[in-house]
């Protein structure tokens, strides 16, 4: 996941781009005060908010927003567009360690305020910035095709395993536990009373999607998990101790064609080519005379 580390600083500012434009609009539609919240009797206003929202976040709700409408309006000016299948393969790529795409809807909404869509829209703005930013480097498909050839397991996602496991240190307490979850105990249950893994068991043994190289998986376990069908309990030697585990699912490997990932890779090596990517953006803003009169919220 290329761009995978970086989504949660850039959802901290969105957010606030979000809230800045809700409130920069309504402040002009309105010149009734509004109170936001009380504090024992005291209000806070809408002014007070919005005049801290500013102070705090301005410079960086406003440079965003220049940022996407210039990015959007040079994509337009070329006919600049994104294909939508490249944007759901990075989403899905995003997806991989979760059961569903409900479950991962469930994650951005809880831990960072997002929404699917949002993502979505977020993915494209940064494909488009590349896009206009290789649009004159010219990338022969020779050179694609032998750059794809060499780097294939960039464009794969490997074989993934949905993998729950109690701990336990002998043999004999492995063998009493696999008794009781084949006459109907619940493992969740289970693996809170008995696994000495307490990172797993807090979680119910849930280790979630797993797959080789996973530098906190045992690779004895994958290794297992790839002879196992689903729902199958198996009992593993792990060095001091010994795992019970369950294989709950598993998601067959993924080798994208070269068709379905050739635009990133041309932007991937004209990137290497063209100018940074803030610097044509910096060019595009001076090109289009962007100016800031509020200097509070000038750079």
């Keep these: 996941m290329r761009k995978g580390k970086i989504y949660f600083l850039i959802i901290i500012i969105l957010t606030a781009v979000v809230v800045g434009e809700y409130f920069w609009f309504n402040k002009k539609i309105t010149t009734e005060e509004i109170t936001v919240a009380t504090i024992n009797g005291e209000e806070i206003t809408e002014t007070e908010f919005f005049n801290q929202l500013k102070k705090v976040y301005g410079q960086e709700i406003l440079n965003e927003m220049i940022n996407r ?4 309006m040079t994509a337009d000016k070329y006919g600049i567009n994104v294909n939508p299948n490249e944007i759901n393969r990075q989403i899905n790529e995003f997806m991989q360690d979760y059961q569903s795409e409900e479950d991962y809807a469930f994650f951005l909404k ?28 010219n990338i022969s498909e020779e050179e694609m095709v032998l750059y794809y050839n060499n780097n294939r397991n960039k464009y794969s996602e490997p074989e993934k395993f949905h993998i729950r496991q109690i701990v336990v240190t002998t043999k004999e307490e492995a063998d009493q536990t696999v008794k009781e979850l084949e006459n109907g105990s619940n493992f969740s249950t289970l693996a809170k009373e008995r696994s000495i893994d307490v990172l797993s068991g807090v979680s119910g043994g849930d280790l979630g999607y797993v797959s080789l190289g996973d530098s906190v998986i045992d690779p004895l376990i994958i290794e297992e998990a790839k002879k196992m069908e689903i729902d199958e309990i198996s009992i593993i030697k792990l060095g ?16 994208y064609s070269f068709e379905e990932v050739e635009d990133e890779i041309r932007r991937e090596i004209a990137l290497n080519q063209a100018n940074s990517l803030p610097e044509v953006l910096q060019q595009l803003k001076n090109e289009m005379g962007v100016e800031i009169f509020d200097q509070a919220l000038a750079e």
């Design 110 to 137: 809880e831990q960072m305020g997002w929404t699917i869509e949002q993502l979505y829209e977020d993915i494209e703005y940064n494909i488009l910035w590349e896009e206009i930013a290789t649009k004159d480097v």
């Design 69 to 72: 409408r210039v990015i959007r």
């Design 240 to 255: 001091d101790s010994v795992a019970v585990i369950q294989l709950s699912d598993r998601k067959d490997e993924i080798q």
